[in-house]
């Protein structure tokens, strides 16, 4: 048994019903993003049933993606999810969809200056032996354009949160070797735990003053749930699962056999792609990180708009990979509409798309909860069933 879940991260698909609660009302990335560009070509995505959600989700039907229409015949059962957790962030989605259930959610960090309390920064600053800038909400590109010279200047660490539950430290590799942003996020970490915070994040950057990039040496590390994830009881259960992109940092590395840590689309989609070749049997779960990190929270729907119609190339080059009894399951773990206001994420239905050579098409409806697809890994598997979800495989 082969079962390959791919995350396109942060591909929603219109305001989910608690939208207000998160100031997201009409939010709904794949419509905006479409109507952006003047309509999308995702000839595969539109005959799995991409199309066929949107009028599933309200009545009278949610906009419809341009260019993306609703076919008579799917090629894969189409349905849609609605997210049971509180939050919006990445570990939030990835957890639901791995069975858990976070409520109350994790801790947010106050719109205020400085949004860190001094029980995390005080001993922070003391066991790095650094200062620290910012302390604050901030875009990381912004932050680290606009701190950047003065932390390579000083020697400080740039620690900054977002509308999620992250403590990110950005510092110039030049100054701050990787090594020692990696002790100093292991130590955040720790102190962060008592808050139930979400993600702390390396956010290693390079260049001259006046010309900083991120790199590709971002490492999350994930708060840890006392209950076992679908992983670890496939995993417990002798069920090989592998990891794609940033899977292995969500999940704290537990209950993956091997990660394949990558930082962009284009590698992840190489690693998916090496294991549906060469794999005898497991799950992949695999996240195509882009569409969040490039270009939803930097607001360009026109790359984002790119993006998908790369992603969909992809999978029409490689959806005849799947042998006979394989399942590919398609979804996301939130929106983050390009053409919304802020950089934040948004909270929206995400889209559900299962194929596979022997699937038999259907309609999967609106599912109320992420983890309805761990439940349906679970069955899939033959293991026993988790302690909420509906498996519709």
Known sequence: ????????????IGEAPDAAAYDDLASATLQHTAEHAGGLALPVLESL?????????????ADEIRGVAPVAKPTGSFGAMRERSQGKDTI???WEIAGLDLNPGFHLFPKTEPSFPTEIT?????????????????????????????????GKFIVYTSADSVFQIAAHTDIIPLDE?????????????????GRVIARPFTGPANELVRTKDRIDYAFETDEPTLLERLNDAGHPVYSVGKIEDIFAHRGITKGFHTGNN???????????RELDAGFVFANFIDFDMLYGHRRDPQGYAQCLEQTDAWLEEH???????????ITADHGNDPTYKGTDHTREYVPLLVTGPNHSPSNLGVRDGFYDIAQSVASAFGIDPLPRGTSFL
Not at 1 to 12: A, E, Q, T, Y
Not at 128 to 150: D, F, M, Y
Not at 188 to 194: I, T, V
Request: proline share 7%; glycine share 10%.
């Open 1 to 12: 048994m082969r079962l390959f879940l791919i995350v396109l991260d942060s591909v929603g």
């Open 49 to 61: 049933g991409l199309g066929n959600i949107p009028p599933l989700l309200t009545d009278p039907a």
């Open 92 to 94: 939030t989605g990835h």
């Open 122 to 154: 005080a001993p922070f600053i003391e066991r790095t032996g650094r200062g620290i800038l910012g302390n604050r909400h901030g875009s990381g590109t912004a932050i680290v354009k606009e701190l950047g010279p003065q932390s390579m200047a000083e």
């Open 181 to 197: 942003l990696y002790a100093a996020c292991e130590i955040a970490r720790e102190l962060c735990n008592p808050y139930r915070v």
């Open 266 to 276: 284009l590698d992840s989609q190489a690693a998916t792609a090496s294991l549906m």
């Open 319 to 329: 959806l005849p990979l799947l042998r006979d009894d394989d399942v590919l399951i």
